[in-house]
């Protein structure tokens, strides 16, 4: 069973500040990994897709990717109140075109 | 408007009905996929298709049915073989090995 974890939190992070949010994957020949926003009682939004190990940019939002570790990251820079959700990690396998999602980690941006 | 529509955005039914939700899209999309989000927890995959007349069960397909007889058009069926079929459903396309995007979700609770 292919797995994706996340930290449940909340992760609670000043206005302004870099929030840092963190997925592992257990699927080593995964290829394919996105970020999605979700807020309560919504559908997700993709935020960020990223498909080679590094540093993808986007505005403030900026995916890492590290398949050696089986890691991708999501960091936002300058943190807004309206960047409290829930974010989703989901990864796509290499045999087969499942996208498996995590449990998701609640942010909470402090005003 | 280009979208992924999903109707009824909510549905209320008696215990032991079958009940059928309905999602399109006019994105011209290969990949069709089912999850289901229960209240805190993140979404996990019933159904997927790639290609007309084709689909294949993702993790908690147990008491689910779907077709693909268009391409636009993927309907999910929850019968009364689903144990606790309450919850948000939500259905998303996208291109061929690439990102998802998601209809707005259908809330389904079994009385």
């Known amino acids: 069973q292919k797995e994706v974890e996340q930290n449940s939190g909340p992760l609670s992070v000043p206005e302004g500040a870099i929030a840092s949010l963190n997925c592992t994957y257990s699927?080593?020949?995964?290829?394919?990994f996105f970020w999605y926003r979700q807020y309560s009682g919504k559908s997700p939004e993709l935020i960020m897709f990223?498909?080679?190990?590094g540093d993808k940019e986007d505005g403030r939002f900026t995916a890492q990717l590290n398949k050696a570790s089986q890691y991708v990251s999501l960091l936002i820079r300058d943190s807004q109140p309206s960047d409290s959700a829930t974010y989703l990690c989901?990864?796509?396998?290499?045999?087969?075109?499942?996208?498996?999602f995590g449990k998701g980690t609640r942010l909470h941006i402090l005003p | 408007d280009g979208g992924i529509t999903q109707s009824p955005k909510y549905l209320f039914r008696k215990e032991g009905q079958n009940v059928t939700l309905s999602c399109e899209q006019n994105?011209?999309?290969?990949?069709m996929y089912w999850y289901r989000q229960d209240p805190g927890q993140g979404l996990r995959l019933i159904y997927y298709?790639?290609?007309?007349?084709?689909?294949q069960k993702g993790d908690i397909a147990e008491g689910y049915s779907v077709s693909r007889e268009k391409k636009e058009s993927f309907p999910l069926t929850v019968t009364s073989a689903q144990k606790n079929p309450t919850a948000f459903y939500l259905c998303?396309?996208?291109?061929?090995?690439?990102?998802?995007?998601f209809g707005e979700g259908s809330r389904l609770t079994v009385l």
């Open positions: 998303a396309s996208g291109p061929l090995q690439r990102e998802l995007f």
């Open positions: 699927d080593r020949g995964s290829q394919s």
């Open positions: 990223i498909y080679s190990n």
């Open positions: 989901a990864v796509r396998g290499n045999r087969d075109d499942k996208i498996i």
């Open positions: 994105l011209n999309h290969d990949a």
């Open positions: 298709s790639q290609i007309v007349n084709d689909f």
